[in-house]
């Protein structure tokens, strides 16, 4: 939601295929009445559309939201993923680094890592 408000030029979908957290986004998308962003509430299985980038929110662990993230993203796209200090991501071929990041927050120490999909 931040994204979308901050933005205002891009198209955010967010993804939630829990019942709960659906509702609850579906009610501060209306409050904040950002017309750039949309729910999709189910799974990143049932999405068939690509996108210029995507970010995980620790929905799956690293490697499988890779896998979900190369189907997902164009070719030139930006996939960020949001790890702890401590994860180790073991990418294959398929992904090539962009940058690393590593911040903390009031609890942990975060890494963020931007990588790029090899599509032919």
């Not at 904040?32 to 999405?47: C, M, P, Q």
């Not at 401590?86 to 962009?98: F, H």
């Amino acid at each position: 939601i931040a994204l979308a408000a901050l933005n205002p030029d891009a198209h955010v979908l967010l993804v939630e295929s829990r019942h709960k957290r659906a509702v609850f986004l579906s009610q501060v998308i209306t409050m904040t009445k950002l017309s750039n962003i949309e729910l999709f509430h189910g799974r990143t299985e049932s999405l068939s559309q690509s996108f210029d980038g995507v970010i995980s929110r620790a929905y799956k662990p690293p490697s499988d939201f890779l896998i979900d993230a190369y189907r997902l993203c164009r070719p030139n796209g930006l996939v960020a993923l949001l790890l702890s200090s401590q994860q180790i991501v073991s990418s294959d071929q398929s992904w090539t680094p962009i940058s690393e990041k590593e911040y903390t927050t009031s609890t942990s120490s975060r890494r963020r890592v931007l990588l790029s999909p090899q599509k032919k």
